[in-house]
């Protein structure tokens, strides 16, 4: 109990907002880290998952691959391209990145499966073209599914992103390495602390933006979340209202 | 009107789902497709908006050979309405049936108050305009269904099992409802089902198949019935058994009709004309 005593207490301590080091800035890295890891994971899985799930080709090839990407250890990873391309912020990201990929990919190419085929078909049969069936169809019904990947990546990178220490002067893992080198516990607690509050204040982001990404008039049939991801919260809403007295 | 000239399809899996098929279907007529599940009526329907392209032969539009047409183009001008209703779940029933007349550049304000007309000409309440699919009955989506396929104002119009997954009653009443919306609009129609009571009702060509396409007779429904050209057809129409097995009895000084379960099916009102006994 001592211990959480002293890791509130690093927390709150006024020299530890201030200089190069300061928790704030720390936060920020660490976030803004996370943020293009996933922008850059995404730019790769989304349009990779869709053409997927749209084409239904290549679908054995994209489970292998994630699988396969989702068993290389990530700090593994981090210290071999550490030691290809050099100390500083490529590695953490080619490695995180890496990471964030399989749950993205599986997010978009699921959520376009769950789609009713005959929706498809019957989009295709009334004149939409190729495109337009993925803009006006596929991505919007298969919207909460990819946010259900994006969030599941989210986490990992979040957590994950503490490892970025290990190679660069980035992010909240810094005080983990730091603490752990000095012995100073309390630091690498309060370090600890502070990922597991960010991580689930966008926990909390991510499930407000679910509950709002379901369209309109898609009951419960859209729910659930991406297979393999790893967060506990499937997407069940009810957001239409049923009305028995429909006048006919 | 629509030509199939000797159309085979063989689907990549090796299926035969076509063979050798050849008929024309006149504008301005209901031609009915009926078959039991296998006969290729569903490939053939989605051949004439080339969902399916034929694997040899062609179709014509009007003599014009349709593999030459962009499918895309081809579809928005085309009528189709399928068995689930086929609607988009995350659409309002106005913006469903406005659906193909956007894609073809109509402006906005214009394609939602022709889809407001569209509610009325399908029998729907205008007040369930902004409701989902999933919030109204199967009846009620099959008319959004038509609606949707009627909106681009098209000269032929597909229509694939459209009553086939609604109850008993309600179907009865589209049935009924398609009718009057034929003599009004007068359009090319083309209709899958295998309910023959539907294609008597329906068509005014209808075209029994068997397995692989393959036609076992065409002809209006009086032809079917007076003059089925074999036993499966015979047997598909009923014209051998129940209630399409009329004769005449004598019941005092009437004639009353007769079917050959021994049931009472009405009375002869008048004398049938000349020749056709």
Redesign the interface.
């Known amino acids: 109990m001592n211990l959480f005593a002293d890791a509130v207490n690093w927390i709150l301590e006024p020299a530890n907002y201030v200089g190069s080091n300061a928790i704030p800035l720390r936060l920020a890295q660490h976030l803004v880290f996370t943020l293009v890891t996933l922008v850059m994971a995404s730019a790769i899985a989304i349009p990779l998952g869709y053409l997927i799930g749209h084409t239904g080709r290549g679908r054995g090839l994209a489970v292998t691959t994630s699988g396969g990407l989702r068993a290389i250890p990530t700090l593994g990873l981090l210290t071999l391209v550490a030691l290809w391309v050099g100390i500083g912020v490529v590695a953490p990201y080619v490695a995180l990145t890496v990471l964030a990929i399989p749950p993205i990919l599986a997010g978009a190419y699921t959520g376009f499966e769950a789609i ?1 085929r ?2 498809v ?9 190729e495109l ?1 069936i993925v803009q ?2 596929e991505v ?2 298969g919207l909460p599914l990819l946010i259900g990947g994006l969030r599941s990546a989210t986490l990992q990178v979040i957590a994950t992103a503490t490892l970025a220490a290990y190679v660069a002067d980035l992010g909240l893992g810094r005080y983990l390495f730091a603490g752990l080198k000095t012995r100073d516990y309390a630091e690498m607690l309060g370090g600890s602390m502070l990922v597991i509050l960010l991580a689930l204040a966008l926990e909390g982001i991510f499930a407000l933006i679910q509950r709002f990404v379901v ?5 419960g ?1 859209v729910g659930g979340r991406a297979p393999g991801t790893t967060d506990s919260t499937p997407v069940s809403h009810s957001l ?4 028995p007295t ?3 | 009107m629509i030509e199939f000239r000797s159309v085979s399809k063989r689907f990549p899996d090796g299926t035969l789902a076509v063979q050798d098929f050849s008929l024309v279907l006149p504008s301005h007529k209901t031609t009915v497709l009926v078959g039991s599940s296998g006969s290729g009526k569903t490939t053939l329907l ?1 051949m004439i ?1 080339r ?1 399916v392209d034929p694997t040899s032969g062609s179709v014509a539009i009007d003599g014009e050979d349709i593999a030459t047409l962009p499918p ?6 085309i009528g ?1 309405v ?1 068995q ?9 029933v106005l913006d469903n049936v406005a ?2 007349p956007l ?2 550049g109509t402006p906005k304000r214009q394609a939602r108050a022709d889809a407001l007309v569209l509610l009325d000409t399908v029998g729907l ?1 205008r ?2 305009a902004d ?7 199967g ?2 989506q099959q008319r959004v269904g038509v609606a ?1 396929g009627l909106a681009v104002d098209p000269n032929i119009l597909l229509m694939d099992e459209p009553f086939g997954a609604v109850d008993p009653i309600v179907r009865a009443e589209l049935q009924q409802e398609l009718v009057r919306l034929q003599k009004d609009l007068d359009k090319t129609v083309v209709f899958v089902t295998h309910d023959i009571e539907e294609a008597f009702l329906l068509g005014d060509q209808i075209v029994i198949l068997r397995e692989g396409g393959r036609i076992a007779q065409v002809g209006s429904p009086a032809d079917l019935l007076a003059r089925p050209a074999d036993d499966f057809v015979a047997s598909f129409v009923g014209a051998d058994r129940g209630r399409r097995v009329l004769h005449v009895e004598r019941h005092g000084a009437e004639d009353v009709v007769v079917d050959s379960d021994g049931r009472l099916a009405g009375v002869l009102n008048g004398n049938p004309a000349e020749g056709d006994r």
């Open positions: 009713d005959r929706t078909d019957a989009a295709r049969a009334v004149g939409m073209s337009q006006k169809v919007p019904l369209p309109r008039g898609v009951s049939r239409r209202t049923e009305d429909v006048a006919r | 989605r908006n969902m895309v183009k081809l579809r928005r001008g189709y399928m689930n209703s086929g609607l988009l779940p995350h659409r309002t659906t193909v894609l073809r309440d007040a369930l409701r989902y699919p999933g919030q109204l009955s009846g009620q949707r």
